[in-house]
């Protein structure tokens, strides 16, 4: 290998045009492995000789070089080392980035690893946040670094910084285990924001994602699912055909404690599902899923009260309380309020009488707004018909699918069961 000085002179000579860089690539492969790490604990100072985003793809290769040695790492925690990783992720070039993509991905876990050891995952947020674009190929594709960008968001409680990229519409997936995390980590920020609704969509697709054995991100996944259906909907809804039968024959069982507080739930008594939470605090802890299911148990009154406004036109308040297990008619009240607000019910309250009487939903749906929210909704719901329809074209085109699909038709041809009756299928 050449020197350090000339490889950083062949960096800074070579890292303009699309041939140059091909050259520069080439050069960079022969001194990379054990004959430059050699030199890694010197690597440091030669970054200052170069652009982050002039000269990327050589910054790249001299920085994961230094990074991958544990002892340069303890020598240099924290302080200018993450600044200096940082600036690269925000400032590097995308088309050289992306010509050494694994080595991108290391640095930025490193980088990750090191704002989680500092116990400051939120330094770690922004640049992360600019690796993801500048590794993705387009907005619809799942890169690794989305799991890593939502896990310091959860960790530094910044859960609005995670809806950057979980309002994107994920279609190109690459690794199975990218999916689950990214549906596990984003149903735990929606939770954080009270957004069950979008919580539930995410950990319902990481339980009913295919599969061919269960791994314990869908276990833990399936877990919070169970919690969510119950403060969204009040019951866990059954599992859907499409989910996969590793699935639907083990998760209740690696989740048993949770299928209880759903039975319990269903019951409709306060007091019984607050003595088995109680009875369990111990295991919902462990889980660090105590919160929610707190959550869950506040989520009763709310339920109960629902069914209340199917039965009855109006009601007292002391009737409410009686009937839902609350103390006095003014915690009744404080619920009831809460629920209008939060346009779970239709009601209006008479304090001079302590009456409630419950109403119809008073949305005409012809609302200029409305209009407007509907059309939207029916144009989304058309581009993502046609980008499925799409997808679908790509997959029955697919060699590998071909192949494979072919192979099930010749083993199961039902064309040879035409002269069997009915009744034995």
């Not at 907005?139 to 950057?164: D, I, R, W």
């Amino acid at each position: 290998m050449e020197s350090v000085e000339a490889l950083v002179a062949h960096i800074q000579a070579l890292s303009g045009s699309a041939d140059e860089l091909a050259q520069l690539h080439g050069l960079l492969k022969q001194a990379d492995g054990d004959a430059l790490r050699v030199h890694s604990a010197g690597l440091l100072p030669f970054l200052s000789h170069l652009h982050p985003g002039a000269h990327s793809l050589g910054y790249l290769y001299l920085l994961d070089s230094f990074l991958s040695s544990s002892a340069n790492l303890r020598a240099h925690a924290g302080g200018d080392l993450l600044v200096t990783v940082a600036d690269f992720l925000t400032s590097c070039s995308v088309d050289q980035i992306r010509l050494a993509p694994d080595k991108f991905l290391n640095v930025c876990r490193v980088l990750k690893n090191e704002v989680m050891q500092l116990n400051a995952p939120i330094r770690g947020i922004a640049p992360l946040r600019a690796a993801v674009r500048k590794i993705q190929s387009s907005s619809e594709q799942l890169t690794p670094l989305h799991a890593e960008y939502l896990m310091l968001c959860l960790l530094a409680k910044q859960y609005k910084a995670g809806l950057n990229v979980l309002e994107d519409d994920i279609f190109e997936v690459d690794q199975p285990k990218d999916l689950f995390l990214y549906c596990y980590y984003g149903g735990m920020i929606y939770i954080g924001l009270k957004k069950f609704h979008k919580a539930l969509e995410l950990l319902h697709n990481a339980v009913t994602a295919p599969m061919s054995s269960l791994n314990a991100i869908t276990v833990e996944a399936y877990k919070k699912y169970v919690l969510v259906s119950l403060i969204q909907s009040g019951q866990v809804p059954p599992f859907p055909k499409y989910t996969s039968s590793t699935a639907q024959r083990n998760l209740k069982n690696h989740a048993q404690i949770y299928v209880d507080v759903s039975t319990c739930y269903g019951t409709g008594s306060y007091s019984d599902l607050e003595t088995f939470i109680q009875s369990n605090a111990e295991a919902f802890q462990t889980d660090n899923n105590l919160g929610l299911v707190k959550q869950v148990l506040s989520s009763m009154y709310k339920r109960n009260i629902q069914r209340l406004t199917q039965t009855y036109l109006t009601l007292s308040l002391e009737d409410i309380a009686s009937s839902v297990q609350l103390n006095t008619p003014k915690e009744a009240e404080m619920h009831v309020l809460r629920m209008i607000e939060d346009g779970e019910i239709y009601a209006t309250i008479n304090q001079k009488d302590g009456m409630v009487s419950f109403n119809e939903d008073p949305e005409q749906y012809k609302s200029s707004e409305m209009v407007e929210h509907i059309d939207s909704s029916i144009q989304r719901l058309m581009a993502l018909s046609k980008k499925l329809t799409s997808i679908d074209q790509n997959i029955s085109c697919d060699h590998a699918f071909l192949m494979k699909s072919g192979r099930e038709r010749a083993r199961f041809d039902y064309d040879d069961f035409d002269s069997v009756p009915h009744k034995y299928f």
